[in-house]
């Protein structure tokens, strides 16, 4: 069964910093490629940071560079990202996607809350 579960989210004041964690298994997961998405009610889905299944190469949107660090321990089946210098505009619900290129598969997270606020 797969299963993937965030943690680390909660609320944090501007400037401030939290690492999120994403615990999978039931797949081989170092094959797959790891992806940290954000939502916010009413807008679309945005991938903030990725990284490959190696583990050496990483990628993040414009808005986050800089701040945010994607990293993986494939012995801990587990991807995190450490968000630094936060902003109240980085306040979404963030998922953990893990993404299998092949055959297109892809498996979710239930998300965990990050708030920025004073």
């Known amino acids: 069964q797969v299963q993937i579960v965030e943690s680390g989210g909660g609320l944090v004041e501007p400037g401030g910093s939290l690492r999120l964690s994403c615990l999978a298994s039931?797949?081989?997961?170092?094959?797959?490629?790891m992806n940290w998405y954000r939502q916010v009610p009413g807008k679309e889905r945005e991938l903030v940071a990725a990284?490959?299944?190696?583990?050496?190469?990483?990628s993040y949107a414009d808005s986050v560079k800089g701040r945010f660090t994607i990293s993986r321990d494939n012995a801990k089946n587990t991807v995190y990202l450490q968000m630094n210098s936060l902003k109240p505009e980085d306040t979404a619900a963030y998922y953990c996607n893990a993404h299998y290129r092949i055959t297109a598969v892809d498996y979710w997270g239930q998300g965990t809350q990050v708030t920025v606020s004073s």
């Open positions: 039931g797949f081989t997961f170092s094959r797959f490629a």
């Open positions: 990284i490959t299944s190696n583990g050496r190469s990483t």
